[in-house]
T-cell receptor
Framework: AQSVAQPEDQVNVAEGNPLTVKCTYS??????LFWYVQYPNRGLQFLLK??????LVKGSYGFEAEFNKSQTSFHLKKPSALVSDSALYFC??????????????FGAGTRLFVKA | DTGVSQDPRHKITKRGQNVTFRCDPI?????LYWYRQTLGQGPEFLTY????????KSRLLSDRFSAERPKGSFSTLEIQRTEQGDSAMYLC?????????FGPGTRLTVL
């Protein structure tokens, strides 16, 4: 069965510093990996995905994530944090090949707080 | 606005009543998902449609829950005989590729 773990409930970082939000996953087959962001009173928004290819993927708002197969991790990163990046971040995984459909499992979320 | 829309945004009901939520996906998206999200948790998968076919339903979903997508466009999620434990945010998402586009959600409060 698929599972996702986000080990940190909250990450605090100063504006201008690099940030990392951690995610580890477990699947039987191969993973499709995603990051979504949820701002207050707004729906979840897609940030980036890893399907295959280059282990470093780039997404919206300057975010990137690194896929590490040996460590089964997909950490979200940004070189220089902005106060406006403060939000709730969710890692998600879908397994392939998967004949049952497109079931996606989400982590519990990590709240990012960027201090000015 | 061409995003995913959900109606109503908020619903307060008494225990034992039935409620129905509607989701209108992005028009060209053939896949539609329902999730439930409680405070401090990530979205929990409920069910998935490809066009009008319901291809998967979570084992966590009791028989009181039913979803339809009759013409492969909008979808409804009905909860019968609501319980206080059903109180949550119900999210709808649609996709045509790998990433999903989420609606704003319907917040259900069962008194």
């Amino acid at each position: 069965a698929q599972s996702v773990a986000q080990p940190e409930d909250q990450v605090n970082v100063a504006e201008g510093n690099p940030l990392t939000v951690k995610c580890t996953y477990s699947v039987s087959g191969n993973p499709y990996l995603f990051w979504y962001v949820q701002y207050p009173n707004r729906g979840l928004q897609f940030l980036l995905k890893y399907i295959t290819g280059d282990n470093l993927v780039k997404g919206s708002y300057g975010f990137e994530a690194e896929f590490n197969k040996s460590q089964t991790s997909f950490h979200l990163k940004k070189p220089s944090a902005l106060v406006s990046d403060s939000a709730l971040y969710f890692c998600a995984v879908r397994e392939w090949p998967y004949t049952g459909g497109f079931k996606t499992i989400f982590g519990a979320g990590t709240r990012l707080f960027v201090k000015a | 606005d061409t995003g995913v829309s959900q109606d109503p945004r908020h619903k307060i009901t008494k225990r034992g009543q039935n409620v129905t939520f509607r989701c209108d996906p992005i028009s060209e998206h053939n896949r539609l998902y329902w999730y439930r999200q409680t405070l401090g948790q990530g979205p929990e998968f409920l069910t998935y449609f490809q066009n009008e076919a319901q291809l998967e339903k979570s084992r966590l979903l009791s028989d009181r829950f039913s979803a339809e997508r009759p013409k492969g466009s909008f979808s409804t999620l009905e909860i019968q005989r609501t319980e206080q434990g059903d109180s949550a945010m119900y999210l709808c998402a649609s996709s045509s590729a790998d990433e999903q586009f989420f609606g704003p959600g319907t917040r259900l409060t069962v008194l």
